[in-house]
């Protein structure tokens, strides 16, 4: 049953999603860098508080691909205040998915994962120092699906100082990656606003 709403969710934050860009395209926000600026100015700081939410909630239940977020974070507020908003948003989501599989334990990885990747990161990293090493690394390349690896830490014993330090001191490089990566990307190959 939790996996059926998790996945609902998923599926209706992606389609609230769609229909939210579809909206904009219609109304011209996405037609320049100029105007998508002046429609985001409308909002103050709510634009980016409201944003920085989304990132957060992201982490916990999944509705766009990851990587897509940090583009978004990037195309909707520059480089440089884009990196901040992910960064954050990451930030507090990884930690929001740790304290929930702290309180929830393992019975939550179950529900809401596929056994084929509890079990192979069950074997492939460890416990103890070990694990904390792992995680580490994996946080910080892009390569990794690091919102489930932040629930499996929460049902491990590693500390909370240690957790949060890992995520606030690995997460730039991943975040920078996939933010940079996919403006190259959304720039040079779709020609979007050069």
């Not at 860009?21 to 320049?32: I, L, P």
């Not at 940090?70 to 205040?81: D, I, M, R």
Request: aromatic share 14%; glycine share 10%.
């Amino acid at each position: 049953m939790v996996k059926n709403l998790h996945r609902a969710a998923s599926v209706l934050g992606l389609l609230l999603c769609c229909l939210m860009a579809y909206a904009f395209w219609q109304a011209g926000v996405f037609d320049s860098r100029e105007a998508l600026t002046r429609y985001l100015a409308q909002f103050g700081w709510a634009g980016p508080a409201v944003f920085i939410a989304f990132q957060a909630v992201q982490v916990v239940l999944p509705i766009l691909p990851g990587g897509l977020g940090c583009l978004a974070g990037v195309v909707l507020f520059g480089p440089w205040q884009g990196f901040w908003y992910n960064y954050t948003g990451i930030c507090l989501g990884s930690l929001a998915a740790f304290a929930i599989a702290r309180a929830c334990g393992r019975p939550l990885l179950e529900a809401l994962f596929p056994p084929q990747l509890i079990e192979k990161y069950d074997r492939w990293m460890g416990t103890g120092h070990r694990f904390a090493r792992w995680f580490a690394l994996l946080i910080f390349l892009p390569v990794a699906p690091d919102d489930y690896l932040c629930f499996l830490a929460g049902t491990t014993r590693m500390h909370w100082r240690l957790y949060t330090a890992i995520i606030l001191l690995c997460k730039p490089a991943s975040i920078a990656l996939y933010s940079l990566g996919l403006t190259v990307i959304a720039q040079n190959l779709l020609g979007l606003w050069r």
